[in-house]
């Protein structure tokens, strides 16, 4: 027989003080279990756009807005410690900053190749 525990209220646990029993809360996660920051938007864009800026055509593209939303991700976390996403932050920061140098550079090797060879 199975027992509906999810409606009942849970029993107040010890909180290490002898006279006194307080109700601990306990910080429930979203349905996600809290892998997606989704109350920080700009890590979450940085992380998409960092990971998508190693599409070749697109990439210097997106991967200089993924460095500078990653900054941003992560300023937001700092000035709230509740809203979570430092490492899609982080990876923004990273992916954007490789891929900026990256195609930054191809584009720029291009160019030169290009009025050199004229």
Known sequence: MSQDHGNQPEAPEYTGQLDQWQPVVHEQGDATGGVIPYKNGPAL??????????????????AVPALILGVIGLKKRRDNPIVKGSVHAWIGII???????????LTMLLLIGNTVGM
């Open 95 to 105: 992916m954007g900053g490789i891929f900026t140098i990256i195609w930054g550079g």
């Open 45 to 62: 864009a940085a992380y998409y756009l960092g990971i998508f800026s190693m599409i070749p055509c697109v990439g210097l593209l997106l």
